[in-house]
Nanobody, 117 residues
Framework: QVQLVESGGGLVQPGGSLRLSCAAS????????MGWYRQAPGKQRELVAR???????NYADSVKGRFTISRDNAKKTVYLQMNSLNIEDTAVYYC???????????WGTGTQVTVSS
């Protein structure tokens, strides 16, 4: 069982920035593809960004050029730098860990991001 602990959410004005962190409790962190997902009220959970153990990345079209996902394998942590936030980015953001090449995956409990003036 892998525990994922997210942090860094909060309230920010439109145009502002936040940095989310997700710490994982596994010594095999580099074998996991890490992802950030989000779920807005009344909507399905959607992929925001993913990063493989070798740091290949992919992003949802809605966040390309504004969000950056990164990881520090030594610290067993994945980050999501969010810039130029807009109201549509308001959601609960969840961290996901997927053991590469398998269906084994784990979820964090989520962190709220609210973009409001």
């Amino acid at each position: 069982q892998v525990q994922l602990v997210e942090s860094g959410g909060g309230l920010v004005q439109p145009g502002g920035s936040l940095r989310l962190s997700c710490a994982a409790s596994t010594n095999y962190f580099s074998f996991y593809t890490m992802g950030w997902y989000r779920q807005a009220p009344g909507k399905q959970r959607e992929l925001v960004a993913r990063i493989t153990g070798s740091s290949r990345t992919n992003y949802a079209d809605s966040v390309k050029g504004r969000f950056t996902i990164s990881r520090d394998n030594a610290k067993k942590t994945v980050y999501l730098q969010m810039n130029s936030l807009n109201i549509e980015d308001t959601a609960v953001y969840y961290c996901n860990a997927e053991f590469t090449g398998t269906t084994v995956n784990y979820w964090g409990t989520g962190t709220q991001v609210t973009v409001s003036s």
